[in-house]
């Protein structure tokens, strides 16, 4: 049965909008190296404040403030978007460090392992019970992790900071941020952090670290399109999660890490060694079982009940 006209020109622009953001994710070690010589805490700093006043703009022309009310009368819900807003901040400022230091393998390495992790948190957090398929990709993906650390040579923390620190950011939203629609909730996790940002960058300014404004127009224009860069891929991922299937976007996020390690490796100039890629290699297996249990789940579900 195929789905009526206006249902299946709605899948197509919600499919397209997810590839959109995700695509936008996967080249943003492009944007981020061409920051340089920017240090990573003062690239976090712009990406919140200049974020901040995207959203802040977008509200005021919308007059779509009615909502502060909301979060500042719910107490557990502005608690729990301050705990988004640390948890996405140590996720921004770990990324761009990997992307300035040559790692973007080990970046796309981490958003490869963050489906496994937010499984597991379900797990061990939401209790929730999983089908075999999913408690095989989690035994895998561990298992990921422990060769990494041990035949890596390092402990592979830019990797995991990063797929923990999103999977339980998405947690918390999933908790107390449900309520509050994509461009409300980057509004408030901004606004939290933005009296960090403003230290941070009165502390560079005094250690003259500060790069802003002295490397020349090109590079000041990049810094205050953060906001720009931050909320579009944002605002056109919510726009597909309303619009195709939770298992659809399972399939498409892994258009971010891919592109993110084509990136590094093909563009970038960085070198992954065989233990990494073994340990890459791994992670897919994972995420193979985790991708057919989806759409065999998915299948299952929609599946008629034969009338009685």
């Avoid at 230290?199 to 002295?214: E, I, Q």
Wanted: charged content about 10%; proline content about 5%; hydrophobic content about 60%.
């Amino acid at each position: 049965m195929t789905p009526p006209a206006g249902e299946d020109t709605e899948l197509r622009r919600g499919t397209a909008y997810a590839f959109l953001a995700y695509g936008i994710w996967g080249l943003f070690p492009l944007y981020f190296h061409a920051l340089a010589p920017s240090g990573a805490f003062e690239i976090l700093a712009h990406r919140i404040l200049w974020t901040l006043v995207f959203c802040a703009l977008v509200l005021l022309v919308r007059r779509d403030l009615a909502w502060v009310r909301s979060v500042v009368r719910r107490p557990r819900l502005a608690a729990g978007l301050t705990v988004a807003a640390l948890l996405i901040a140590v996720n921004w400022v770990v990324y761009v460090l990997a992307v300035l230091t040559g790692r973007t393998y080990a970046a796309a390495l981490g958003y490869f392992l963050n489906p496994i992790v937010t499984v597991g948190l379900g797990v061990f957090v939401l209790r929730e019970r999983l089908r075999p398929l999913q408690w095989a990709a989690v035994s895998v993906g561990a298992l990921a992790a422990v060769y990494l650390a041990i035949a890596g040579g390092e402990f592979p923390w830019i990797a995991l900071s990063l797929a923990f620190s999103f999977a339980f950011y998405g947690l918390v939203k999933k908790r107390v941020g449900a309520s509050l629609e994509a461009t409300h909730s980057l509004a408030a996790e901004t606004l939290v952090l933005a009296p960090v940002a403003v230290v941070v960058l009165l502390v560079l300014g005094r250690r003259g670290d500060l790069t802003f404004g002295s490397e020349g127009g090109v590079h000041t224009g990049l810094l205050v399109a953060a906001g720009v860069v931050t909320a579009i891929p944002l605002l056109l991922f919510a726009a597909a999660a309303r619009r195709i299937p939770l298992v659809t976007i399972g399939l498409i996020q892994f258009l971010t890490p891919v592109l993110q390690l084509l990136c590094g490796v093909l563009l970038l100039g960085e070198h992954v060694s065989g233990a990494l890629w073994v340990g890459f290699g791994i992670v897919w297996i994972a995420l193979v079982l985790l991708t057919i249990d989806s759409v065999t789940h998915a299948r299952r579900v929609r599946r008629p009940i034969p009338l009685t």
